[in-house]
Nanobody, 121 residues
Framework: VQLQASGGGLVQAGGSLRLSCAASGRLFSVYVMGWFRQAPGKEREFVLG????????YYTDAVKGRFTASRDNAKNTVYLQMNSLKPEDTAVYYCAAAPYISRSANAYNYWGQGTQVTVSS
C-alpha cells in the first residue's frame, strides 16, 4: 500500500484544515488507518485512528473534540478534519496503515510522506 497525504498548510489559531490521505492498491479497506504527527525536536506521536469500516475512531486526549477522522473505502481515502487548531498542533502530519488497531507507530506497516501543518498564533 502506498499512501499520499495532502492538505496541509498555514492557518491561524482557531481555524480549520482537512487533510487527506489517498492509498493505492485494492486492500485499503482491510487496514486500520492512523494519523500521527511530529513537531520539531519531538518524537512522532499518535493523533487518531479509524478502523476498517470507519465506524470506530480513537483519539489522543489532546485532539478530542477538535479532530475527527473519516474514510471512504470506495475512494481509498482517509480524512482528518482539524478544527479549533492551536499553535501546539503545528507539526508534520503522517497517515499510516496497520493491520489492527493500535496507538503505537510500530504497528503501522505503511506510511505516507507527511504534510506540514502550521498554526499561527
Amino acid at each position: 500500500v502506498q499512501l499520499q497525504a495532502s492538505g496541509g498548510g498555514l492557518v491561524q489559531a482557531g481555524g480549520s484544515l482537512r487533510l487527506s490521505c489517498a492509498a493505492s492498491g485494492r486492500l485499503f479497506s482491510v487496514y486500520v488507518m492512523g494519523w500521527f504527527r511530529q513537531a520539531p525536536g519531538k518524537e512522532r506521536e499518535f493523533v487518531l485512528g479509524i478502523n476498517q469500516s470507519g465506524i470506530s475512531t480513537y483519539y489522543t486526549d489532546a485532539v478530542k473534540g477538535r479532530f475527527t477522522a473519516s474514510r471512504d473505502n470506495a475512494k481509498n481515502t482517509v480524512y482528518l478534519q482539524m478544527n479549533s487548531l492551536k499553535p501546539e498542533d503545528t507539526a508534520v502530519y503522517y497517515c499510516a496503515a496497520a493491520p489492527y488497531i493500535s496507538r503505537s507507530a510500530n504497528a503501522y506497516n505503511y506510511w505516507g510522506q507527511g504534510t506540514q501543518v502550521t498554526v499561527s498564533s
